[in-house]
């Protein structure tokens, strides 16, 4: 019985469902969003490799650990992101030849942001090392496995437009989604970090460490 497709399905979702409560309350105070995000990443990631189960546990272990860390990154991502938007939002509005240039030139810079902060989270949740080191990690991994950033970048972007387009999108992103979207892109940094990371099957809710390339 344990072995059903039925019942491994029906657990997957349960701990779906479960990881995406946790995710939304600890998000609630935006100082934390980032940590929780991390979390979430976290558990995903390492139900891939060791099964469900063990949400609750997973996510808060990260999260104590996570905080101190990756909170200064997230809110500096915050600004960053907000001032961006504030950018865009002004130079649109110009309608001038200079004011279009100027428009790109912040979609691209917000576009690189975006990629890079695509990547910042699941590496902090599954590597270890300093905050500087780990960043310019996100940054190699988004520019060095293109293909994977982006498959996550249009996976993001189909969840975003469904959403912004349909009510029922909105309830399945309350209900299971923000967890569901985690765990699918988690599949792919998964396949990254394995390229990567010395660890032992039994070992893997541990964080891994890069390997030293020669």
Same mark, same amino acid.
């Given at each position: 019985?344990?072995?059903?497709? /039925?019942?491994?399905?029906? $657990?997957?979702?349960?701990?779906?469902?479960?990881?995406?409560?946790?995710?939304?309350?600890?998000?609630?105070?935006?100082?934390?969003?980032?940590?929780?995000?991390?979390?979430?990443?976290?558990?995903?990631?390492?139900?891939?490799?060791?099964?469900?189960?063990?949400?609750?546990?997973?996510?808060?272990?990260?999260?104590?650990? $996570?905080?101190?860390?990756?909170?200064?990154?997230?809110? *500096?991502?915050?600004?960053?992101? =907000?001032? =961006?938007?504030?950018?865009?939002?002004?130079?649109?509005?110009?309608?001038?030849?200079?004011?279009?240039?100027?428009?790109?030139?912040?979609?691209? *810079?917000?576009?690189?942001?975006?990629?890079?902060?695509?990547?910042?989270?699941?590496?902090?949740?599954?590597?270890?090392?300093?905050?500087?080191?780990?960043?310019?990690?996100?940054?190699?991994?988004?520019?060095?496995?293109?293909?994977?950033?982006?498959?996550?970048?249009?996976?993001?972007?189909?969840?975003?437009?469904?959403?912004? /387009?349909?009510?029922?999108?909105?309830?399945?992103?309350?209900?299971?989604?923000?967890?569901?979207?985690?765990? *699918?892109?988690?599949?792919?940094?998964?396949?990254?970090?394995? $390229?990567?990371?010395?660890?032992?099957?039994?070992?893997?809710? $541990?964080?891994?460490?890069?390997?030293?390339?020669?």
């Amino acid at each position: 019985m344990s072995n059903s497709p /039925v019942i491994a399905f029906l $657990n997957k979702m349960t701990d779906l469902i479960l990881l995406n409560v946790l995710l939304i309350i600890c998000c609630i105070p935006v100082v934390t969003a980032g940590t929780a995000i991390t979390a979430a990443y976290y558990v995903s990631i390492t139900s891939i490799r060791c099964g469900d189960g063990y949400v609750v546990r997973r996510f808060f272990s990260s999260f104590k650990k $996570n905080f101190r860390q990756i909170t200064p990154v997230w809110l *500096v991502l915050l600004v960053c992101s =907000l001032i =961006l938007a504030a950018d865009l939002l002004f130079w649109y509005q110009m309608g001038t030849g200079f004011g279009k240039t100027m428009f790109i030139v912040s979609a691209v *810079v917000a576009f690189l942001l975006l990629i890079w902060a695509m990547w910042i989270f699941p590496v902090f949740a599954k590597l270890e090392g300093k905050t500087g080191e780990l960043l310019r990690n996100a940054a190699a991994f988004a520019v060095g496995y293109l293909p994977y950033t982006a498959i996550v970048l249009v996976i993001t972007g189909v969840a975003v437009y469904a959403n912004l /387009v349909s009510l029922v999108a909105n309830g399945i992103m309350v209900f299971i989604g923000f967890a569901l979207l985690s765990y *699918v892109k988690s599949f792919f940094f998964y396949r990254v970090f394995m $390229n990567h990371i010395d660890e032992k099957y039994d070992d893997f809710d $541990n964080p891994g460490e890069m390997r030293q390339e020669d």
